[in-house]
């Protein structure tokens, strides 16, 4: 059998990563395609697991509409299918990469498998466009790799065969796993040692990302006011890595610069942004991922949007969805800071296991 990986954002790299580590583990070949849907923040993550692309499709412009991205990627996609024939594509996720990846490999007659699989909020407007994407990438793909109980329930109910589903955990534990273990044994770079030298770690670290399309405009406005207010908090220091989209930098440095303890800073490489996040106190994000990751750092995150697929982050009280109610952020915040840590979170997203289970369903089932 001849595989197909392909990803073009830098979450999907990570996500993407320790699958394609086990596959060469277990010396199964595959072909690596990146579209480069994200340029910079994916070869960061390409670099730091040593994974070269087979394929570099290069598509990113700056504020290309997704109209045009999509038709970049099914063009290019094509292209590569007819030069060369493969029997299944793994994409991953909710991008518009995966969506139309998927649909140029089910035009070419190709099979699907999709990793992080059957998550919905069953809303096509929050996350824009993300829910969509996966929803159309589900009911075109061939298997599905869910990562918790309630993603294969929510295939099940859309009428997915049962054998065609497999619960994994979510990779992006493995790929954290696989970074921690770095930093432990010494791992550092330049990017690490400058916030070491830079920001008072002894206080309380608040850490924010932001980058949803649904928040641009007023609702990165509203969370920034509400970073703002929680600034004049005694003992916090809040690091902001801020986004490259022009629609997130325009507004937060008009309202964050020049603020002693906000430190706005370039968006970091991923090791460092882990290393980062394992210092934090506290997480204000929009980000699936961190959703995802920070329980098994054991620190709270508040979701700033109005849905969440991740439902069982809420569940475990891991993650609290907070929208981007200025008031709404602050209060959680000033509840959440205000109580000890006594409890131990458990990670509903999984052990860090999830790789080897999809690389061995692939090879036990897939394989003639």
């Known amino acids: ?67 045009v991205l999509s038709s970049k990627i099914l063009l290019e996609m094509d292209a590569i299918f007819k030069k060369e024939s493969f029997d299944m594509v793994l994409v991953h996720g909710d991008t518009t990469t995966s969506a139309l990846v998927a649909l140029a490999a089910f035009h070419c007659h190709i099979k699907v498998a999709h990793i992080e699989a059957g998550l919905r909020t069953y809303n096509k407007q929050s996350p824009f466009p993300e829910e969509l994407n996966r929803q159309l990438t589900g ?39 696989i970074t921690l273990e770095k930093i432990k044994h010494g791992y550092t770079n330049t990017f690490i040692e400058n916030l070491k030298s830079n920001i008072n770690f002894k206080n309380n670290i608040i850490l924010v990302t932001g980058h949803r399309r649904e928040s641009f405009g ?13 600034s004049k908090q005694k003992g916090v220091e809040i690091v902001y890595p801020v986004h490259l989209n022009p629609n997130v930098q325009g507004v937060v440095y008009e309202k964050l610069s020049n603020v002693e303890n906000i430190h706005l800073i370039p968006p970091l490489n991923y090791p460092s942004f882990v290393w980062l996040m394992s ?40 993650s609290f969805l907070v929208g981007t109610d200025t008031k709404k952020i602050i209060d959680t915040v000033k509840q959440i800071m205000g109580k000890s840590k006594t409890k131990k979170l458990s990670n509903p997203y999984g052990s860090g296991d999830a790789a080897i289970k999809i690389v061995n369903y692939i090879k036990n089932n897939l394989f003639d």
């Open 1 to 67: 059998m001849k595989l197909l990986i392909c990803f073009g954002t830098r979450p999907e790299a990570i996500k993407m990563a320790p699958v394609c580590l086990e596959l060469a583990k277990q010396n199964i070949p595959f072909k690596l395609c990146v579209t480069a849907q994200h340029r910079e923040m994916l070869d960061q993550v390409l670099h730091f697991f040593s994974l070269t692309p087979d394929f570099d499709l290069n598509i990113m412009q700056p504020n290309q509409s997704l109209n």
């Open 139 to 177: 009911r075109i793909s061939d298997y599905h790799f869910a990562p918790t109980q309630q993603a294969k329930n929510n295939l099940l109910n859309e009428g997915v065969n049962e054998n065609k589903v497999v619960v994994t955990g979510n990779s992006v534990i493995d790929a954290l796993k």
């Open 218 to 230: 007023v609702g990165f406005e509203n969370v920034c006011e509400a970073i703002l207010e929680i």
């Open 279 to 318: 210092q934090s106190n506290l997480i204000i994000s929009d980000s699936g991922g961190i959703q995802e990751e920070a329980p098994s750092l054991n620190i709270p995150v508040l979701v700033t949007r109005n849905t969440t697929e991740r439902e069982e982050g809420i569940k475990a009280q891991c």
